[in-house]
C-alpha cells in the first residue's frame, strides 16, 4: 500500500474486518527519523492552509478522533496540530455523558461544540461514543443505538451541506501494543497520573471493541464524511499519515484568499 490519503480511507458501505488493517504498518519507512522531512513539509502547508481557512471563512475543518485507551489521540492532537495557530483551533474531549447531555438527544452535545466557519476543531472522542463504549456495555437498549448510526450520518451530511469538512481518524493500534503502552505508563512514575482503572477494565472487552468499530467504520464511512484507518502502532507513522490526510483535504477545498473590500492601490504610498 502507498501512502496516499485515498488507500486509507473505508469506501462507503464495504466490509471491514480489522484484521486485515496491519497496525504496525509504516508504509516505505522503516524508522522515525526518514520521516521528519515529509513532516516538516507537511506542518508548513497545513500552517499555510490554517491561514486560509480563516481568511476565507467559508469552510469549518471538523476532525474526530476515536481508538482504543493508549492509541495516541493526545499525542496526535499534539504532534499534528503543533504547528498550527491554536487562536483557529478548538480541541473538544467528550467524557462520560453527565445528566444534563443524558437529558437531551445524543447528538446534542456534539452540535453544539462544532467548529464555526474558518476554524479548526478537533473532538477527542466523539458522537461515536454513543455506539461504541454505549453498544459493547448495553447502556442503551438495541433498538435505541441500532438507529444511531443513520442518526450520525444524517447530522454528519448537515454539516457538510453546511460548509464543514468532517475528517474521521480511527488509531488503530494492535493489543499488543497496547499492553507495551500501559506496561510503559505503570514503569513510569512520571506517567502513573494517566493510568485508569478503566483503561485495564475496557481492554476485558478488546474484541467487542473491534466489532463495534467494524460496524462504525462499516455503516459510517460516507462519501461526505469518511472514515480512514490509521496505522497507529508506530506513533510517527500515525503522525505522517494524519498530517497527510489533512493537507491533501483542505488542499482539495482550493481555498482563495478573499478580493480586498477596499481598492489597496489608492492607499500606497502610505504616509
Ligand atoms: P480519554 O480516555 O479519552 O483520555 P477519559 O479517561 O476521561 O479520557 O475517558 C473518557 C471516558 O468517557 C471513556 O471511557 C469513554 O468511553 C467515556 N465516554 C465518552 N462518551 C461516552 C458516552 N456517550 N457514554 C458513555 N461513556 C462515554
Known sequence: MELKPENIIVNPGEFVSLDDYTPEYTGTYQKKGQTTKRLKKLHKQLLELQGLLYAESQHALLIILQGMDTC????????????????????VSFKVPTADELSRDFLWRAHKVV????????????????????????????PVWSQRYQQINDFE????????VVLKFFLHISKDEQK??????????????????SDIRERA??????????????RCSTDWA?????????????NLVITECIVDRLKKLNMKYPEPAIDIT????IR
Not at 72 to 91: A, E, L, P, S
Not at 157 to 164: C, D, F, I, K, P
Open 115 to 142: 467548529p464555526s466557519k474558518g476554524k479548526i476543531g478537533i473532538f477527542n472522542r466523539s458522537h461515536y461514543e454513543d455506539v461504541l463504549v454505549v453498544r459493547v456495555h448495553n447502556l442503551v437498549p438495541e
Open 226 to 238: 469518511p472514515w480512514y484507518v490509521i496505522p497507529a502502532n508506530k506513533k510517527w507513522y500515525r
Open 180 to 197: 507495551a503502552r500501559l506496561e510503559s505508563r505503570i514503569n513510569d512514575p512520571t506517567k502513573h497520573w494517566k493510568v485508569e482503572a
Open 205 to 218: 472487552y478488546w474484541e467487542d471493541y473491534m466489532r463495534a468499530y467494524e460496524v462504525v467504520l462499516q
Open 157 to 164: 451530511r448537515m454539516l457538510v451541506e453546511n460548509g464543514t
Open 266 to 269: 489608492k492607499f500606497y504610498p
Open 72 to 91: 495516541g489521540k493526545d499525542g496526535t492532537i499534539r504532534r499534528v496540530m503543533g504547528g498550527i495557530n491554536v487562536q483557529g483551533c478548538d480541541v
